[in-house]
């Protein structure tokens, strides 16, 4: 693009989020405008993520800046193929979710647009930085920072179930950050004199086997966005944000950094070797095992279309802590396969169930019987979602999945092989009633509000078509998210 | 000008206590402002200069009216108190613009340029006890700070600030006296007051006069801890902080705490280690649990309180043990963490308590229950308020998160572990009273109070906004803070060896 190198395209997709957010407040009075700062800044950004594909595949590492702040602590950007898939993913869908916010944001009367913008572009910006930190100061500052940009959407509406959430939120977040994550930090920068991102991993040798289960725990707790259980509450809490909130941030932009890092931290500060060795990860496999049923059994039993969708994130969060425990170089790709397939199927889901509240102002699952029939568009993209979620073929759900069950006869995990077995039927059981009623059952005969709707604006249906879409052709050309894993495995020191 | 450089350790202090006695014969509150400003930026200037000299070419000792040292008054400048000199200074220079608005708006009219007479008299005894090098001088600049500073808190619009600068003037007396019988008694063991002798001659103490230094260390850290408002002798500080003016209270939180803590350090290090090595461990390891007790206890209190100065007021007596913990782990990283939370510190609580008074200027009131939607009404002053509370939490990329780094590598450089856990649970609490602020500033509905509210006139908005973004600058960019108190703490250990 415009034949920049990779190293000013790396600068440019780190500043434009930022610049964006700094244009936007100026465009408070003309909403057109400052929605336009909005989609041209994210569409530079996937421009410049693009641009920084081929030069990766071919093996060049961008860096930028390196900042030397304090013994320890540099601020210095490294492009490497699992950031670069997931920078992919975020910035792509923010183009798509800036679509949707228009129509969401306009057709609900939203208050504070202006600051909800800012804030979005911000937090966009923060998961970039994230996506491309080369050690783990640098991704623990934006880390942190993209807690604290996000709790203003999360408190959005400004009212006392709203404030809760997001106090919930941020103690959750901030909390697990600080007690667990950063002291992580702190052993880890110590034991290793360094806290760069080495493929191959910075701790062999440096630390004895129980430190390392520890460090571990540290980690997967610290990294409280990625909702392993019990620390997970904050995710439904969450979900009284703005439902496009819900649906980049808390479906793709905030969880998938959590398990990013999680992923991260695994392949490039443990190394899954050393890891493996130490034998001290198993538990870790339990504990995400557990997480994906119980979520699921959760999800079994909610009303709220949010929530369930919330609680269905959270167990699919858990399939990618899993396959990262399971520590196969196979299940290591399924884990990044599954970020990015997670990423576009869960968003459709929330725009499904945003269009569906914009349009029939319903919220919960019992209301919706016949729903399919007045949005045909929105209730085709959900089934197409729900599908993804079960992990069908022909949708991008089944990808990671197959990844994972390779790794899992691989390294012989069958408590793996029974968990995903086990988490497609409970998949299948929730999304299933709910795609069969809104088209196949009659709308209840009071409900006349039933008759009053069609679909909902078209900015929103069109996002959600085109992430639907987007689900069923990452099935079919997974070229560059397996060309991008295969060489995240493929990097040696 | 190079007849006047060899002169400026003199002139550090001689400019604000001319400037006091100047500004003691104006009438007019306009005209004492300008001469405070003008007192207190050429003091920053000489401590610029001071500070660049030292770094240039090491420690300047001052022999006061030509007598030498250890019998005259040696004024002695190294790189630790070159840093707190510039810091207390500096801070001040910042803040000036604000005052004049804040102070013409509480305090009346004749008795403005009163108020600037106490403030330089407060500066030229804060700057004293950071420049000289004799322990008996160090008491008087003590008490020239301490007398101005209970004028200053009593001239407070509430009828409760006299109460508050009388408890204050109790045991702040009670914290100076013992302080001198400390030093009386160092007097008779060893015959010297010039502190750098102090270390030399107790170093070849005998051990019969053992018994009389441990009194003195005792009376001594007592005395300095009650005036560094070190928990649990902090008693007197919040109602201090919250009712004296706006600007005393801003100006003083960010200094007169600060160069208490600076004393400390010296007599802890060079003085005492040398004498009483284990006896020193028994302290350090006193003042590690009592830092961790402010920097839990008074978070906790922090959070229960209405009024935003007084919870302000109890969070710096944690953010104190923040710097006193550094202090006890006595090696090179923890000394770094808690010096230069010494300098961050300033920054990010001069930043929040100007917010506040800006806050106070336009809505008049610091009740939480009267500042609801004033996130929206005023957001620049709103938004540098959060910046500084950020850096109370230790927010990566603030300057509170690089005193916390230090502090975290020296507790580990020691063994001690679980203290990076303690030190991170207590910034969790941070998290909940400032998060308390936001709630009630941005998602309240807008009080009656702040209806009108906007943000104030841009002499009180720039230092506001500097403050702010210092508070971010100096979590990037740490040469000037953690750089020069690296040096400091450096000097003060090699000293102790």
């Given at each position: 693009m415009f034949d920049l190198t990779s190293e000013q395209l790396l600068l440019v997709a780190l500043l434009v989020p930022f610049a964006g957010a700094a244009l936007i407040p100026l465009f408070h009075r003309v909403p057109n405008v400052r929605e336009a700062v909005t989609l041209v800044a994210a569409a530079v950004l996937f421009l410049s993520v693009i641009g920084l594909l081929q030069p990766v595949l071919n093996g060049d590492r961008p860096e930028a800046l390196n900042l030397w702040i304090a013994p320890g602590l540099v601020l210095a950007f490294k492009v490497e193929p699992l950031g670069l898939l997931f920078a992919l993913v975020a910035s792509g869908l923010w183009i798509v979710t800036s679509i949707y916010s228009i129509g969401y944001m306009r057709a609900n009367d939203e208050p504070r647009q202006t600051s909800y913008y800012v804030c979005f572009a911000v937090a966009l910006g923060c998961a970039v930085a994230i996506a491309f930190a080369k050690n783990l100061f640098t991704l623990f500052l934006f880390y942190e920072a993209l807690t604290l940009s996000t709790y203003p959407l999360v408190a959005h509406k400004g009212d006392a179930n709203a404030i809760r959430g997001g106090r919930i939120y941020l103690l959750m977040l901030l909390g697990t950050s600080l007690l667990f994550l950063l002291p992580a930090i702190v052993i880890t920068i110590v034991l290793a004199g360094t806290g760069d991102f080495v493929p191959g991993g910075i701790l062999a040798g440096k630390a004895s086997g129980l430190v390392l289960g520890v460090l571990l725990g540290l980690y997967a707790f610290g990294?409280?966005?990625?909702?392993l259980m019990p620390l997970h509450f904050w995710l439904p809490a969450a979900m009284v944000a703005p439902t496009p909130v819900s649906a980049?941030?808390?479906?793709?932009a905030v969880v998938k950094a959590g398990v990013f890092s999680i992923l991260k931290v695994v392949v490039y500060v443990f190394g899954p070797g050393t890891l493996l060795g130490s034998g001290q990860s198993q538990w870790l496999v339990y504990v995400a095992g557990a997480t994906i049923v119980v979520a699921s059994l959760v999800a079994l039993r909610q009303d709220n279309l949010k929530k369930l969708l919330a609680y269905s994130t959270v167990s699919q969060l858990s399939y990618v802590i899993l396959a990262i425990a399971v520590l196969m170089p196979i299940s290591i790709r399924g884990a990044a396969m599954h970020i990015a397939a997670h990423a576009v199927s869960k968003i459709t889901l929330f725009f499904a169930a945003g269009s569906i509240y914009t349009a029939a102002h319903k919220t919960e699952i019992?209301?919706?019987?016949?729903i399919g029939r007045r949005m045909p568009w929105t209730m085709g993209a959900f089934t197409i979602g729900a599908l993804s979620m079960i992990g069908l073929p022909s949708t991008a759900g089944f990808l990671g999945k197959w990844f994972m069950l390779s790794g899992a006869f691989q390294g012989g995990q069958w408590v793996v092989v029974v968990v995903i077995v086990l988490s497609t039927v409970l998949n299948a059981a929730y999304f299933l009633p709910i795609v069969f009623n809104a088209f196949a059952s009659e709308p209840e005969?009071?409900?006349?509000?039933a008759h009053a709707h069609g679909e909902a604006p078209w900015p929103m249906v069109a996002a959600l078509t085109l992430t639907a879409a987007g689900t069923i052709a990452l099935f079919w050309f997974p070229g560059i998210a397996l060309d991008l894993s295969s060489s995240m495995i493929a990097d040696k020191p | 000008m190079r007849d006047i450089l060899p002169q400026l350790p003199a002139l550090q202090v001689v400019v604000p206590l001319v400037g006091a006695v100047l500004t003691a014969f104006v009438r007019r509150g306009i005209f004492a402002w300008a001469l405070a400003a003008l007192a207190t930026f050429l003091s920053a200037a000489i401590a610029a200069g001071l500070l660049w000299q030292v770094l240039a070419t090491g420690p300047i000792s001052y022999r006061l009216g030509g007598w030498a040292p250890p019998w005259g008054i040696e004024y002695r400048v190294d790189v630790l108190n070159a840093f707190v000199l510039l810091l207390v200074s500096g801070v001040s220079t910042v803040m000036m613009p604000f005052a004049r608005r804040s102070v013409a708006f509480e305090i009346e009219g004749d008795r403005q340029a009163w108020f600037y007479t106490m403030y330089l008299l407060c500066l030229a005894g804060l700057l004293g006890i950071a420049i000289t090098g004799d322990a008996f001088n160090a008491f008087v600049f003590m008490e020239v700070s301490s007398l101005a500073t209970y004028v200053l808190i009593a001239m407070g619009r509430d009828r409760r600030a006299l109460l508050a600068a009388y408890q204050y003037l109790i045991l702040g007396t009670i914290g100076a006296t013992l302080y001198v019988i400390g030093v009386g008694l160092l007097y008779l063991v060893t015959?010297?007051?010039?502190i750098v002798d102090l270390g030399a001659r107790l170093g070849a103490a005998s051990a019969e006069q053992m018994r009389p230094i441990l009194a003195a260390l005792a009376f001594i850290t007592v005395g300095i801890s009650l005036k560094l408002a070190l928990f649990p002798l902090h008693l007197w500080l919040p109602n201090a902080y919250a009712y004296a003016p706006s600007f005393a209270t801003a100006f003083l939180a960010a200094t007169a705490t600060k160069v208490a803590v600076y004393l400390l350090l010296r007599f802890l290090f060079p003085v005492f280690s040398l004498a009483i090595g284990p006896v020193a461990l028994q302290i350090l390891h006193m003042l590690l649990l009592l830092s961790l007790a402010a920097m839990f206890v008074a978070s906790i209190l922090a959070v229960y309180e209405q009024n935003v100065k007084r919870m302000l007021a109890y969070s710096s007596v944690a953010q104190i043990g923040y710097i006193t913990f550094g202090i006890s782990l006595a090696n090179q990283y923890g000394l770094t963490g808690g010096i230069v939370h010494l300098f961050n510190h300033a920054v990010m609580k001069g930043a929040m308590f100007l917010a506040l008074g800006a806050l106070f200027y336009r809505v008049r009131s610091v009740r939480l229950a009267d500042l609801a939607g004033v996130g929206r009404q005023m957001p620049l002053t709103s938004a540098a308020f959060v910046v500084g509370g950020l850096g109370l939490i230790g927010t990566p990329g603030t300057a509170g998160f690089i005193s916390k780094w230090y502090l975290a590598l020296g507790a580990i450089d020691r063994g001690w572990w679980p203290l990076v856990f303690l030190l991170v649970a207590s910034s969790l609490i941070a998290v909940v009273y400032v998060g308390r602020f936001v709630e009630v500033a941005y998602f309240r509905p807008v009080s009656e109070a702040c209806k009108?509210?906007?943000?104030?006139?841009l002499n009180m908005l720039i230092p506001i906004l500097l403050l702010g973004a210092a508070t971010i600058y100096f979590g990037i960019e740490t040469e000037l803070s953690a750089g020069v108190a690296s040096q400091a703490a450096d000097a003060l250990l090699r000293g102790a060896k």
């Open positions: 990294i409280g966005k990625a909702a980049l941030l808390h479906a793709v019992s209301q919706m019987r016949g005969a009071g409900d006349r509000a | 015959g010297t007051l010039n009108d509210a906007r943000d104030p006139p």
